[in-house]
């Protein structure tokens, strides 16, 4: 089987006007159509969810926030740990209270979790009123997916493996005005023993830089003032397109489109980022002073069993490299914690390493079983209390490094990004590197840079006023 599927730009076309078709159709009912699309998992789905919502918008339907008395639901859903499964069937079982008092709703799953032979079956099975149910790689064919749904009125299963696809020419409805997400690859190659992705996602593959690169320039031209990259390993960018390029030089290419943006990025996997990249990221003053660089382990017998194919030394010294070229980098990272097999003093090298490294943040996460992975083969001894009360230990004193860290920015000026108002009315902006800031200040000054004097901290954020 081919691995990457491009799909023709005529095909896309294709589907534009089965949603103009669609749009026929639904105007012959009275009425405004709503649609509801609710988002679960990493920002990959959050970039998908934006295409969807282009499709939906192409069709004629407007956005609802909530599932109550919308004419289509759309979760779109991730399978990275059980409890996410737990919460997409728990809000996929509420929907039959919405569709029995709205008969004529269209429900429909797609996401990570639609690609799991197991969930679909379920689905199938004791979710009779779920009506269209697809996989990622099937993303770029909703329109006709749904169309059928619409015009034959059974239910539409199309979540076997299938090639993954590029697609390019989807019309994208963006949830924000300042912030952006752009994939510039799609799918892993990586296998990490954990992780479900690789099987949900299909295959690396890579979207041309010229296509990226025209997605960045529109964006900046639109006044975007934050870009994030995307892609389950970024430093793997390019390899499959035999054009002889690789992230850094995206990077730069990014770099170089004139406007008034920060570049993020992520995710890094560490066995690919390299000095290459680091120097790039110090000489390019859109690219934020930050890396997301998940360790997922400070034990090497652990590194190795998880297929990570890097070790603790090799993870440190790329610290090391970072931090000789960008001293004040913003780091944080992701850990599992209970890892099957993972001894005790196992663990107490992950939480050397957090103190070795010190993170500004951690992402920490239980081990959690997926279907079909290697690790969920493996015996897995240690209790549960064990593993729980790890977990807290590593929190607690990862929520001491980070309230440290945040008390080094008082009394200091820092260049932000004002993008919102939180609950208390009080203004919320990003630095560079992305820590959060409590400001006060006029709403008018939402997504304009300025820069704050930071007058407070907190664990989780700093408190700063305008100059
Ligand atoms: N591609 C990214 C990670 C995507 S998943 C990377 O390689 O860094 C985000 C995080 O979820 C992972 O970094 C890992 O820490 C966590 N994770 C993935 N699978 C998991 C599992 N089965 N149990 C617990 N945590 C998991
Ligand atoms: Fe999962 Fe590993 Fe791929 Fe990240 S690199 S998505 S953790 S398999
Ligand atoms: Fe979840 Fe799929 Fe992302 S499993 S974390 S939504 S790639």
Request: proline residues 4%; contains cysteine.
């Amino acid at each position: 089987m081919k691995e990457t599927l491009t799909i023709a730009p005529a095909e896309i076309d294709r589907q534009l006007s089965i949603c103009d078709q669609i749009r026929q159709l639904l105007d012959r009912r009275p009425g405004q159509k709503k649609a509801f699309v609710d988002t679960y998992g990493c920002q990959q789905n959050e970039a998908d969810s934006e295409r969807l919502r282009g499709y939906l918008a192409r069709m004629g339907y407007e956005f609802s926030d909530t599932e109550e008395g919308a004419d289509l639901v759309l979760l779109n859903t991730c399978a990275i740990r059980e409890h996410a499964e737990q919460r997409v069937f728990g809000n996929v079982g509420a929907l039959s209270h919405t569709k029995r008092r709205h008969p004529e709703q269209v429900i429909c799953v797609c996401g990570c979790m639609a690609r799991q032979d197991h969930v679909a079956k379920r689905l199938k099975q004791s979710f009779p009123y779920v009506d269209l149910v697809f996989g990622p790689q099937l993303l770029w064919q909703f329109p006709e997916l749904l169309l059928r749904k619409l015009e034959k009125g059974k239910r539409v299963f199309e979540t076997e493996d299938v090639p993954g696809s590029v697609a390019e020419g989807i019309p994208v409805v963006r949830q924000n005005n300042i912030k952006a997400w752009v994939s510039i690859m799609y799918g892993c190659n990586n296998f990490c023993t954990y992780c479900i992705v690789p099987y949900v996602r299909g295959r690396e593959r890579s979207r041309r830089p010229e296509d990226i690169l025209a997605e960045v320039r529109e964006l900046a031209q639109a006044g975007y003032k934050d870009i994030t990259l995307l892609g389950q390993n970024v430093n793997s960018y390019g390899k499959d397109l035999d054009l002889g390029v690789d992230f850094a030089w995206l990077l730069e290419q990014v770099n170089d489109i004139p406007g008034d943006f920060v570049i993020r990025f992520m995710t890094s996997h560490p066995k690919d980022a390299s000095e290459r990249l680091f120097d790039v990221m110090a000489k390019c003053e859109k690219v934020a002073p930050c890396l997301h660089l998940p360790f997922q382990s400070g034990s090497s017998r652990v590194l190795k069993a998880m297929n990570r194919r890097y070790t603790r030394e090799s993870y440190l010294e790329l610290v090391r490299q970072l931090r000789a070229r960008i001293p004040d980098v913003v780091l944080t990272s992701d850990v599992i914690v209970g890892f099957p097999g993972e001894t005790q003093e196992e663990f107490e090298e992950t939480m050397s390493l957090i103190e070795e490294v010190r993170y500004d943040a951690l992402f920490t996460f239980v081990f959690s079983p997926r279907k079909g992975t290697p690790a969920e083969k493996l015996e897995d001894p240690m209790p549960k209390e064990q593993k729980s009360a790890n977990f807290q230990k590593l929190l607690q004193r990862q929520n001491e490094i980070s309230g440290e860290k945040h008390k080094e920015y008082v009394g200091k000026t820092y260049r932000c990004l004002v993008d919102g108002v939180g609950a208390d009315g009080r203004l919320s902006a990003r630095t560079t590197g992305g820590r959060l800031i409590h400001l006060e200040g006029d709403e008018a000054l939402i997504g304009t840079w300025q820069q704050a004097h930071i007058t407070g901290s907190s664990t989780w954020a700093l408190f700063g006023e305008i100059v």
